[in-house]
């Protein structure tokens, strides 16, 4: 099928400058939590590090993951259709996983912003990878804009989310605990 591979090739921009930028974030996250983790270590770390601070990695690394997917040479879109619907229902069990991390967690008392970029906006994007693989057949043009605004979703949940916890903890670690995470 050229079309599919047509399809994909006029992608190949987009995916290279949000492939990058999602490795790029993930390596400044692993520099981040380095000097974060030399301040003492807060009740409840470990639970509240699974609800809030992995799951930015996993959208990062899913959005890296995705574009390399996507700027693969394949022959028809049916093969990365297939992997782009089974990163997207991966990423819903995930999405279901860290909303009971969320909960179960006692280190911090999530807010409406945080269920929203931790829980709901996570849930839509891979929602809308898995939607995105299936209309593919038959609507490939405007699956792979679902994918490509998925994508975009995951990268700025990303950031949002790496930026409310360095500031969540630069304000905490500073002393000023009455001050909002973001």
Same mark, same amino acid.
């Given at each position: 099928? @050229?079309?599919?591979?047509t ?8 995916y ?12 400044l ?12 270590a807060?009740r ?13 990695? @996993? ?11 996507l700027?693969a040479?394949?022959n028809?879109?049916?093969?990365a259709? @297939? ?26 008392r999530?807010e ?7 829980a709901?906006?996570?849930l ?22 679902g ?15 790496a ?20």
């Amino acid at each position: 099928m @050229v079309h599919g591979m047509t399809a994909l090739a006029g992608w190949q921009n987009f995916y290279m400058i949000v492939g990058s930028s999602a490795g790029a974030l993930i390596g400044l996250q692993f520099v981040v939590l380095s000097l974060i983790t030399r301040g003492p270590a807060a009740r409840g770390g470990a639970e509240a590090g699974g609800a809030f601070a992995t799951p930015t990695i @996993v959208h990062f690394a899913a959005v890296l993951g995705l574009s390399g997917i996507l700027s693969a040479p394949w022959n028809g879109i049916g093969a990365a259709a @297939v992997l782009w619907g089974l990163a997207g229902l991966g990423g819903v069990a995930y999405a279901v996983v860290v909303t009971r991390r969320m909960r179960a967690q006692t280190a911090y008392r999530p807010e409406f912003e945080d269920w929203l970029f931790h829980a709901v906006l996570p849930l839509a994007a891979y929602l809308t990878l898995a939607a995105s693989a299936y209309a593919a057949r038959s609507h490939l043009r405007e699956a792979l804009f679902g994918v490509g605004a998925a994508v975009l979703l995951l990268l700025f949940v990303g950031i949002h989310n790496a930026w409310d916890a360095v500031t969540y903890h630069v304000f905490v670690g500073t002393g000023d605990e009455g001050r909002h995470r973001g």
